[in-house]
């Protein structure tokens, strides 16, 4: 007889949206952010240009939330009914967040409209650390950034 193993499935979120700004090399174009006692592992972010331009792109930590954003909506993949604990953010306008040094990801979005990098995270994921302060963004590196559409998908 075999034996199925149990394991604890966690609930799955996603978040995807037209972003409101292009965002700078210092100001995120999108962000995902945690919450106390709950630790977001990131299993898929997506960026598509939305221009004829290209432009850098980089996924990186973020140790303050910064300034003024606007959080999007956090929808329950696997359970629709089910509330996400990590609040996905639009453009970043104003105070800069801390980000530590180095790219977790780096992709260039090609002149095309609809160019695009879908980055995955196997394994645990992208984990943020628990604390309202801890996130993973997304901000321009090179060139001069557009409006992106940009998704997220994470567990909790």
């Keep these: 007889a075999q034996r199925m193993a149990a394991r604890h499935l966690m609930a ?13 090399t210092a100001l995120p174009m999108a962000s995902l952010y945690s919450v106390a ?10 960026v598509f240009n939305t221009a004829a331009t290209t432009f850098d792109v980089a ?13 999007r909506e956090e929808i329950g993949v696997n359970d629709p009914l089910q ?3 990590a609040t996905a953010f639009d453009v ?10 180095g790219n977790i990801r780096a992709a260039t979005l090609g002149a ?6 879908i980055w995955t995270f196997s394994g645990d ?25 940009v998704h997220f998908e994470w567990d909790e």
């Design 12 to 24: 799955r979120f996603t978040s995807a949206f037209k972003t409101g700004g292009a965002g700078t």
């Design 37 to 46: 006692n709950c630790r977001p592992r990131i299993k898929e972010i997506g």
């Design 59 to 71: 996924v990186r930590r973020a140790t303050t939330a910064g300034g003024t954003h606007t959080a």
């Design 83 to 85: 509330t996400a604990l």
């Design 92 to 101: 970043d306008t104003g105070t800069a967040p801390t980000l530590t040094a």
């Design 112 to 117: 095309a409209i609809g160019s695009g990098v």
């Design 125 to 149: 994921g992208l984990v943020i650390p628990d604390g309202t302060a801890n996130g993973i963004v997304v901000v321009a590196i090179a060139g001069t950034p557009n409006i992106c559409c």
